[in-house]
């Protein structure tokens, strides 16, 4: 769709004539629009949440994507509240801009059900993963995750340190990480899973 084009004059583009509108505000709905066009090009994610934060807008849109691109990068953008692929029908889009400013999102199907299976995919690893996990080494985990050190684990769990180093280089390797940072980030994702 011809963004700069639109007949609703509440999308206000921020382009210079002549080039495809890159940055466009639906200042009806307080929404950045951004150009698929755009990303990792000429902008970045920082970048996007500063100018998002400090103009006040409540979401992100990404217009003009392919339909053949990979979608699964995108879910990661700040505040993403919807995708609309290139050719998209003036009146879908405002329609979804619409759903978007009830608090609605507003994604194609193919591009949520590639984010729900890499989602499944990945929770079914970490299931995988999590199944191996014995009680003493979900304690350790979780003493970790609250920011014991080793020694305090060991005190806690009644053991000594040596074996909490044991129990820890087992459970990285039952968790495919490589040390505390990477371990501290899984706990992050799936502890929660895990002590359920």
């Known amino acids: 769709m011809a963004i700069e084009n639109v007949t609703n004059k509440q999308i206000k583009c921020l382009d210079t004539s002549g080039y495809t509108s ?4 639906a200042t009806q709905y307080n929404i950045l629009l951004v150009n698929y066009q755009a990303l990792n090009v000429i902008t970045n994610y920082e970048l996007i949440n ?33 995708l609309f692929y290139a050719n998209t029908d003036e009146a879908l889009f405002h329609q979804g801009l619409e759903a978007i400013n009830k608090g609605e999102l507003w994604f194609p199907r193919a591009v949520t ?39 305090a684990i060991a005190d806690s769990l009644f053991i000594s340190e040596a074996t909490v180093r044991v129990h820890l280089h087992k459970v990285y390797q039952k968790i495919a990480v490589k040390n505390k940072q990477q371990a501290l980030a899984w706990c992050q994702k799936n502890l929660n899973k895990v002590n359920s």
Do not use: Y
């Not at 890159?22 to 505000?25: D, H, M, N, T």
């Not at 998002?52 to 879910?75: A, R, T």
């Not at 729900?116 to 003493?143: D, G, H, P, Y």
């Open 22 to 25: 890159l940055f466009c505000v």
């Open 50 to 82: 500063q100018f998002m934060l400090k103009n006040e807008h409540q979401g992100l849109v990404i217009f003009d994507v392919p339909k053949d691109s990979d979608v699964i990068p995108l879910k990661e953008w700040p505040n993403l509240k919807g």
């Open 113 to 151: 059900d590639c984010w729900m299976r890499q989602m499944l995919a990945s929770e079914q690893q970490t299931t995988l993963q999590s199944n191996n996990l014995t009680c003493k080494e979900i304690k350790v985990l979780n003493l970790l995750f609250s920011g014991m050190h080793s020694s």
